[in-house]
């Protein structure tokens, strides 16, 4: 089992009906989380920027179905609102509740709804594998499937459910993330591994460069497992945090094909991971990934509008599905072209017909590397967004 | 007639024999051109880049079917090579030759078939509306059709042919336009006025976010109306441009909507364009655009990650038609919702089910505007580009 019930401390519920479905979690500690960068935020984020000032959370509510976001004075009221009605459904006040909302924007929320979710499913609240499983399950909108990970060390545990799916861009998408551990760690602590892993993760996701208003990531730390040694638990965080991300990307609305994206030889991290999110972004490579067509000059291309400078002829250019690997250009010397070598442009081909794809792009520059995540363009994902709210 | 034909001087012939066409212009004097920025070049491109510095040009080449982009020396070659065989075609020095091609990427050229090209058409050489429409064919890669634009002007005339399609983005996409002047004007006034009519056209137009290796906009002037007022130039460059850039956005690959986001209130020009090309430019607008849905919220989602400061609650938002308008949002109050006001928001969709749809966008920051054009994204954008090199 991969709950977040496991983590010694959290209690969790859930509720789906139809596209409003609400989380309950219960989970007293210190605590840390990182917000949208959008212009435009979310009102429950507006909330909780300052509401996590305190370092401080006793649990979470959260509703699915309608976003909260651009619904002014009203709107803050209603996550005020939402903070209140967790606070006495858990016992406890309403500046010790993580609120937060995704789906439509614009649309003043239902709090008639939420509350009587919440009223309805407060005494379900349990620390077993069916109730974390019902906590992930009603945080997704077009997510196909719950998405939960965890990390298990000598000691102590990590472990964290998200949702993700749509609107999914560096900064995070239309991304919520409640992960919990039972080690003990300062709020300090817990904000300053929670920067780091974010980092590396989430913002490596890309669905289609939207960046949303709604992103949080909540960390709380329950510490009924004592003091545990900081590093241990940063490593376990970066771990709970990629295995989540790449549920994401492998969940992206219409995919059919998940896409790892790994930049090596860059002179930073930064800029490996600007040139990684770029190739990972691009329709044309997105759409040439879903045709299964090894069109590696549209992943040169990408790079090369990305930012960072290299000399595209000290680049390489190779492609895997896990086991076997082409190699689609050297060094500027192309490997694969059908009047230069047709088999190497068969065998690519070939292993693009799999569910998983590796791109391997050398920039030929430094020595930094970064990965990025994502998937391919398919006409589901049109349909899926042209559909949304009608 | 629209042909470029219609400037003096100019004879044009062109080709297109399943993927593989060729244009060949024949026009003399002064030129100027500006290129792509992305890193990565196209060969013709880093020959154009020697060549143009000379600000003359007796005629050009164009290949489609092939990019001749990240073929290194070859490739250069291959572009020498094309000069070469303009240049004898047409009766004089290869340095004094455009070239351009567009197509895949990361193959090289077919220069046979492109010699053999040119040999059947040079004696067709003609300056009538059909060998104008011939040359503006044979540059199509998947356009669905010849895009041409004059401006008539006391005195002289401004007439240009463009090829786009896929790949568009800022700073142009795989966007090819050669432009013709009878006026007499300097290089340098011609690379002057160049570069702001493409910067409020070409570089405008967002179809999928990509930038192609290949941009290129050339401007010839041949003289032979004699000299005429600047600014009077300038214009009807800039009309032509934008009527070119336009035709782009409505032939963007797998469209089905025109649509023209224009952004009021910014603080600068340059932060009006942004902010609009990021509205015209996200996935999310397009596919509400495309599902004929007046997702607001996606619209201010994607101004709020543009990068430009703005007070959302200062902005205001309308779409409309041409005829009608609908206010979907002002000053931070919503006013097209399912429960403040179903009765807009029908009116909204109703609207939205037009070809052409106008997105208006007050920053209430200042006092700037910028208009960007894009089109929607449909699951056809998908299948083209899924299946593009195979």
Redesign the interface.
Known sequence: MKSICEVEGVEAAGIKEGKFGLALIKASGNAAAVFT?????AEPVRLMQKTMEAGRLDGIIVNSGN?N????EQGYRDAERMAAIAAEALGTKPEFIGVASTG?????LHIDIIEDQCRRIKDTLASDEKAGDDAAGAIMTTDLYPKRAIARREGFTVAGITKGS??I?P?MGTMLAFIYTDAAISSTDLKKALLIATERSFNRVVV??????NDCVFLTATGLKGTQDYDEFCSALEEVCISLAKKIAEDGEGATKFVEVSVTGAKSEEDAATVAKTIVG???VK??I????P????I??????AGP??D??NTSISIGDGEKTVIL?EK???KA????NPAALAAA?ELMKGKKLRIEFDLGTGNYNATAWGCD???K??????????
Chains 1, 2 share one sequence.
Do not use: H
């Open positions: 960068k959008n212009l435009v935020i976003a976001v651009f619904t002014g439509v924007i614009g649309r003043y749509g609107m861009a900064n289609d460069g939207d960046t949303s208003t691009s329709p044309l759409t040439a879903y045709g299964e067509d069109n590696w000059g549209r040169i291309a990408a790079a090369g509008r400078d290299f595209p002829m250009e500027g010397v192309i072209d059908d009047k230069i081909k363009l398919t006409e994902y049109v349909e899926i967004n042209g559909k949304y709210t009608t």
